[in-house]
Structure formats: C-alpha cells, structure tokens
C-alpha cells in the first residue's frame, strides 16, 4: 500500500471512483481511492440508475449532458459493460403548468443542445403504450435518456482509473484526518496512514462521519426511498421495444422498463429521514424496512397513468437511504473552512451527476478552479445557519414536495426566518412580502394594505408584477427607501490593504473617500466576483458583493490573504443596510448629513462614514445600481431601525415610499447593469461580460492578469433586447434566437418600469451575432419578436445617477 499520494479521495461509490477516474485521466496518476468496504457499498449498489438530461439549471443541464455521454466512452476505456440502455425519456405533462414548465426547460437547455421536444398524446402512446393519455395534456420528449446498471457504472469508473495508473484499496476504512501546518493531510486507516497532498470527502452516506474527523459539519441528512419491481407485464412482453424513461414529475414518480416488468420508484410523502444523527459505522449492502403505504398515493396517480399496473404483481421492493443537503443539490469543492479538502457530497443522483462531478472537482483540484459555473452546488452556498434543524427540516419539505414546480423567483418558506434585519417589523407592518438570501430575511416587495403579502406562482405575469413596477417608478420619479442588508460586506484593514486589494482585485483601488467597482478573476482570467469598494480612511476599506457568494468570496480572498498586515473581516451578519434611490434622494441627504452632500462635494462614487440625523459613523456610498441618484447606507445592525425612522419621516415630503429588491432587479434592466450570478459568472472572461473597462492592465500585477493579456477570442456577446411579449413574462435562461435559429440565451428578463418595455439582458454566440437580422425569444415554446439595443433603454450617458 502507498503511504504518500497527491490525493486520497475516501469512499468507493460511483461519486468517488468517478473523482479517481478523472484525476487519473487529467494526469493526475499518483491517486489513491480508500473504501472501507467492497466498492458501492453505501447508496450506489441500489439505484435505479435513471438518466435524464433535460434539468435545469444550465450547469445541472451540462454535467447531467456530460456525464450522460461518458458512459459509451467509459465502455471502451474499461472493458466494463456499464449496462448501458439509451431509450430517449418521456416527460408526462397533466396540466398546462406543467407544460409550461417543461417548456421553460426545453427553451433553457437548448444552450446545450440537448434535443428535446414536445410530442403529441398519439405519439405517446407509441413510445409508451402503456399510457392512458386522457389523464395528459402532453409530454416532452427528450432524447437522452435511459439507465443504466448502478453497480456496473461504478466498476467501469473504477477500473478505467486503475488502468491510468490509480490505486484502490478496498477493505480499507478512514479512520481519521489531520492536516498538517503545511496544508497538507495524513489520512489514518486501519491499516497505514498515507500522506496526502489533498482529500476529497466522496463518503456517500458517511459524508458527515468523515467531515467531523477533519472537525467540519456538513448540513447533510439521510433518507429512505423506495422503488418497486413489478412481475412480468405481457403488454411489455408483446412490445418488440424498449420503453424509455418515464418521468411523471407531478405525482414525484420515475419508472423505466426492467426485464419485462416496470421499475417504478417515488419521491414519497411523507418523507422518512434515517440515521438522523449519524449513519451507522456497520451498515453496508443492506436494505431497510419496506413500507410501500408511503408510496400509495403515487402508486395510484401511476395505476391511472398506466392501468396496467392495476393487475400487476410485485416482484421486489428497495428501500434504500440516500443522502441530501438543504436544497437536495450536492455539495461539492473546497471547503471554506479548511485548505486541500474538497467535498463531494449529497449527490442525490449519482449515475446522472457522477461524471460531470468528477470532472468538476479534478479541474478544480489540478487547474484550481472548474471549467463551469458550478455554484448551485458549491458546498460554500451553505453557511452556519443551515444547521441541522435546517437541514431536517428542508429535506423533508424538499424531498416531499418534489412533485411541486418550482416558479420563477419562488421563494420558500421552510426553515426561516434565520437573520432578520432590525427593520423586519417595520417592514412587516407594511406588508412586504419577505424573501431570504444566504439566511438573511429581505423585502422583495410591498403589497397594498389588506393584500395577502405572498407571491403568486406561476410562469406568466404574477401578482407581484404590478406593485413592482410601481415601487420602480416611484424610484425613476420620486424616492424609494430600500432595506439593503443582503449584501456581502468585507471591512479590509491594516498597513498592507490597499497593496492586497490591489493584488487580488482587476481594477485600481480608489483614493480616499472614493469608490470604484472591480471584477475578481481567477487565474485562468473568468469572473470570480463583482464588487463595489470603498477607501473609507487611508488603510481601510469596505468590499460589497453579492450576498449567497460570501463563503465563496472569502475562500477565495483566503487563498491570497497574507500573514500579516491585512485585516479581512466579514461584516455581512453584523452590519445593515439601508438604500435610499431617486431624483429626491440627494434632498433627502442633504437634510439629513452633517456635511455637503451635492454633487461638487460629494459626487458619484464618493465615500464617507458620516453623522446622519444624530447616528454616528454610518458609512454613506454614492453609487446606483437603479440608475437613479442613489445612496447607501451601512452601519451596525442594532443603529439600522433608528436610521430607517429618520429616513422615513424625513423623506415622506419627497414622495419617499418603500420599495424592495424586485424593483431594483427591474430598474437595473432599464440600465443593462449585469447583476452576479445572472450576467457575470466564472462562466463568462471579463471581455465577455464587458467588464474589460474595469480592468487595470497598467497595474503591474494581479489576480489574472496573464490570463486577460492571453484571452482567447470571445465566445459570446452581452446584449439587451425588448421584446414585443404582451402579457407573457421573461424569467431568465429563455432561448434567443437569429433568423429562426438558436443563438443566445436570457440571463435575467423583467419589465422596465419607466420604458414600459419586456427587457431581456443575455448573451448571443459571437459567431452568430449580427446587429441586423431579426432576433426573437423563445417564451413558453413560443416565439416573440425581439430588438437589439446596443446602449441602454435608459439614460445611456448615465446622466441621472450622477446628477
Ligand atoms: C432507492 C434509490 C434509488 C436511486 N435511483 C437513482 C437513479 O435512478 N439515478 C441516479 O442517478 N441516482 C439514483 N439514486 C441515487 C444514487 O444512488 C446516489 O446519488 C449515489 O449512489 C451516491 O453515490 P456516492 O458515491 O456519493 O455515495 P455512496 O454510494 O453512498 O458511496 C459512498 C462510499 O463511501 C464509503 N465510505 C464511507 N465512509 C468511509 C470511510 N470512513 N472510509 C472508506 N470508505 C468509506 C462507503 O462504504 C461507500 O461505498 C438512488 C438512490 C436510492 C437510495
């Protein structure tokens, strides 16, 4: 047994063989896989092993898409028959939402080129007759789709990685991990301790025992899920075909042809957690009880669906537990906490998600970072708020409602609220409608007096699209007080903070009581943040950012921090925000600061901590993300709600209203201002996403800067579009088109409240891109004429916010 290796990846389930693999195949051969049992001795032995494709979001779609694709591939390469069956996927669609939904899918994953298209009830009932159509309105066809045998996949993966070079050593349980002053890990067996360079935790339904021998907590809990096989059906004896994939999505019900019967598993409800506080050390390739009443309703919701199953006799019931994270989404990368420790965590469908994670987290290892956007499943969108009451009660809500569709902007209910802000009641007695961003409770906006203050759910324009465009007005009109605590809030300090700034930041760091906005880059030159910095005294500064991104921020600004002289501190929790935006706002300042606040002494991009009424030191930023003239406003939490009432009761002459964060989403369209996560990226080099202006190249060195001189020709293009909609809505990730054919994508589409427009911010192929030719976008399988703009809809000179 080797005793020192480049990385030990602990647990030999699809997940970390699929890690093995793809370290060995990107050369890294020097790599050890530690099983505590046989391989696929946790969740991976009793999958279903259902593919599909057609996921959303785009990162899902790409690493569903991949790892879809690698199963030939890795057929060849092992020798191992994966027991691969390619039999195309059937989405049931009972209700017009449901078609709508799948729309939206179909429109979002034509970025990928994943085929997938709607099909008449006739042609459902060719590819599956065992449908009874009357209970459908349609079905989405989606071409890759199939299964295939779960442990059989596992041992392709394991044995193409040996074949590179790679060890396994099964029968071999991780007993311990220390690391080592150097960053480095002995991982402690029953046999030998091997030295390691970097670990990935890929422990399955063990992933919290292992995190807490490295002392971390994963917000992980086990469930139970069942799937059943029916006896031999003889409609599918006299078939002469293979069903494909069937994906009931409604009643939570996947089902695919096994031998001449139907496998039919069930996102159950209740949801039964197991092993709540702690997988047992003994468990391996065991089942648990079965109870099939848990599957009843979605058994008969299936029997309607396909009446065969009425008569069918049962062959085999699996009970297995699987293992979720709060949004069921896996939990992967580097820890935040700790160096050379990645997670590969939660997967909740290892033979859908394996591939693609494997090749994720070997880029990451080796090239330090992944070749996609994969936040939506970073272990760093989980802070230590999601403890384990959150967890429990998140995926036993998630788990159960499975079968709900999840709507643009939809906002969740369980687990909160976490952090409110010292305003939450304020806010409340104006009836806002509440939302919650990394923990953090936020109003997203105002419903009238005696209103229901909640969220209406649909594809379409929803109750809230009214009273968004009215707080959007008041801002292009009058005034709006905006609650403004969920940003990302770093104080940097010490004698080496500008320098340090200035080295892991693109742009230049302003002078004192000034401002300037930056891109982050990652070495290899892509988005790694967007911020706006403020130089408050000669060696100190505030960074702001995107709120979900902290723990990701601050691992990686953890990378480059220095020993000494640099003094990071994140406030986000501990300090509040408010936002005054609009033509009055620089009135309402100037009553209420003890300094000159017009433009010739505090113009746009100023920075200053300052008295407000009789509050002390809150720091006032003149920036906009509204295009309006606006400031924000930060100070400890517990000074927020006096700060609020003084705004309020000074602003009420100057048409001062409150507002939320949808209108500030919907006036940044007007503005084409991208916002992080939906326009900027690691998907996107600053050129792409025109942040190039933002970036200092006559600074002599920092984060990316080789990689920005070496880019390569951009791939896409931003662009802002209106689109002739009516009374449809944009949402994001609708499909652009040129002349007919697919080009581009929606990144984030609302209404413009001033230009009383459907506005679409997105990106088009460079290769496609033409500013004549007639575009359109793709709403809920339609297509609606769009117009390129190639400067703002509003105020292009930037004239208003610097007024
Ligand atoms: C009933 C059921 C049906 C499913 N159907 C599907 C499906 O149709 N499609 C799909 O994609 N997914 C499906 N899944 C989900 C899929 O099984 C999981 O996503 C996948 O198996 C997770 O793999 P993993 O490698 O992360 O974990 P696991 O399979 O749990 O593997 C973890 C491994 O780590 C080892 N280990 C743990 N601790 C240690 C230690 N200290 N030292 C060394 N080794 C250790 C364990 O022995 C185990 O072998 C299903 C799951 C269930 C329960």
């Not at 779960?150 to 074949?163: E, G, H, K, L, V």
Request: hydrophobic share 40%; aromatic share 10%.
């Amino acid at each position: 047994m080797k005793t020192v290796a480049q990385v030990v990846v602990i647990g030999g389930g699809v997940v970390g063989c699929s890690i093995l693999y793809h370290l060995a195949k990107n050369g890294w051969t020097d790599v050890v896989l530690l099983e505590r049992m046989e391989l696929t001795s946790g969740s991976s032995w009793h999958a279903a092993g259902g593919l599909f494709t057609v996921v959303r979001p785009n990162a899902a779609a790409e690493i569903h898409k991949y790892t879809f694709q690698i199963y030939r591939e890795l057929e060849k390469e092992s020798g191992q028959d994966c027991g691969l069956h390619v039999t195309g996927g059937i989405n049931i669609c009972r209700s017009q939402e449901e078609m709508d939904s799948n729309a939206m899918m179909q429109s979002a994953c034509r970025r990928l080129g994943i085929e997938s298209h709607f099909i008449s009830l006739d042609e459902a009932r060719e590819k599956v007759p065992l449908l009874d159509t009357s209970h459908m309105l349609g079905a989405l066809w989606e071409e890759e789709g199939g299964h295939v045998d779960p442990a059989s996949a596992t041992q392709a993966f394991a044995a193409a990685a040996r074949q590179l070079g790679a060890e396994i050593y099964r029968h071999t349980p991780v007993t311990a991990t220390h690391q080592r002053s150097d960053g480095s890990w002995d991982v402690d067996t029953d046999k030998v301790s091997i030295h390691a360079e970097y670990i990935v935790n890929a422990a399955g339904l063990w992933g919290r025992e292992v995190a807490a021998m490295a002392g971390i907590e994963l917000p992980l809990m086990p469930v139970e899920h069942h799937y059943l096989i029916t006896e031999d059906l003889p409609i599918i004896e006299n078939l002469g075909f293979e069903l494909p994939q069937i994906n009931d999505n409604e009643t939570g019900v996947y089902a695919r042809q096994e031998g001449m019967g139907l496998l039919l598993g069930a996102y159950e409800s209740p949801c039964t957690h197991w092993a709540v506080d702690g997988t047992p050390l003994d468990f391996g390739h065991e089942l648990l009880d079965e109870d099939l009443s848990r599957m009843e309703w979605n058994f008969e919701k299936s029997v309607e669906l396909m009446p065969c199953l009425g008569d069918a006799g049962i062959k085999r019931i699996i009970n297995g537990p699987m293992i979720f994270s709060p949004d069921l989404g896996p939990l992967i990368g580097p820890h935040p906490q700790l160096s050379n420790y990645f997670c590969a965590n939660g997967v909740m469908a290892g033979f859908n998600q394996g591939a693609g994670i494997g090749r994720a987290l070997a880029e990451w290892i080796i090239q330090g970072e992944p070749e996609i956007d994969i936040f939506c499943w970073d272990v760093a969108r989980f802070g230590a708020w999601a403890d384990k009451s959150y967890t429990r009660q998140t995926t036993r809500y998630f788990y159960q409602n499975r079968s709900e569709k999840v709507y643009p902007y939809q906002e969740f209910e369980v687990g909160r609220p976490i952090h409110k802000p010292a305003v939450y009641d304020r806010l409340s007695e104006a009836n806002a409608v509440f939302g919650s961003s990394f923990g953090h409770e936020h109003a997203n906006w105002f419903a009238a007096p005696g209103v229901e203050a909640k969220d209406s759910l649909t594809y379409r324009q929803p109750n809230w699209w009214k009273p968004v465009i009215d707080e959007g007005k008041r801002i292009r009109n009058e005034l709006g007080l905006m609650e403004f605590s969920t940003m990302a809030k770093f104080e940097v300090s010490g004698s080496a903070a500008g320098r340090w700034l200035d080295f892991v930041m693109a742009n230049k760091m302003p002078n004192l009581g000034r401002m300037t906005l930056s891109p982050m880059l990652s070495a290899k030159g892509r988005l790694a943040g967007d911020f706006s910095i403020a130089r408050i005294d000669e060696d100190r500064f505030m960074v702001l950012g995107a709120d979900t991104m902290q723990l990701a921020f601050m691992r990686h600004f953890d990378r480059y921090l220095p020993e000494q002289d640099v003094v990071l501190k994140n406030l986000s929790t501990e300090f509040g925000g408010l936002h005054i935006c609009g033509p009055n706002a620089q009135a309402l300042i100037s009553r209420l600061a003890q300094a000159d606040m017009d433009s010739a002494h505090f113009p746009f991009m100023s920075a200053r901590s300052m008295t407000i009424g009789n509050i002390d030191k809150v720091l006032v930023f003149r920036v906009s993300f509204t295009g309006e003239s606006g400031y924000e406003m930060y100070l400890p939490m517990q000074q927020q709600l006096a700060l609020f009432d003084l705004l309020r009761s000074e602003g009420e002459n100057l048409g001062l209203g409150l507002v939320g964060t949808r209108a500030l989403m919907h006036t940044r369209l007007e503005k084409s201002f991208p916002a992080w996560a939906l326009e900027l990226s690691p998907d996107y080099t600053a050129v792409e996403a025109e942040m190039d202006r933002f970036v200092s190249l006559d600074k002599p060195d920092f984060v990316g800067r080789d990689a920005v001189i070496d880019y390569a020709p951009a791939r896409e293009k931003f662009v802002t579009f209106s689109v002739d909609a009516g009374e449809c809505a944009l949402w994001g990730d609708e499909a652009i088109f040129l002349d007919g054919e697919p080009a581009g994508y929606v990144t984030s589409g609302g209404f413009g409240p001033l230009t009383e427009k459907h506005i679409a911010l997105g990106y088009v192929s460079c290769d496609a891109y033409q500013i004549t030719g007639q575009y359109s976008i793709e709403i809920l399988g339609k297509l609606y004429p769009a117009e390129l703009h190639l400067e703002p809809l509003y105020d292009p000179a930037g004239a208003k916010m610097r007024a």
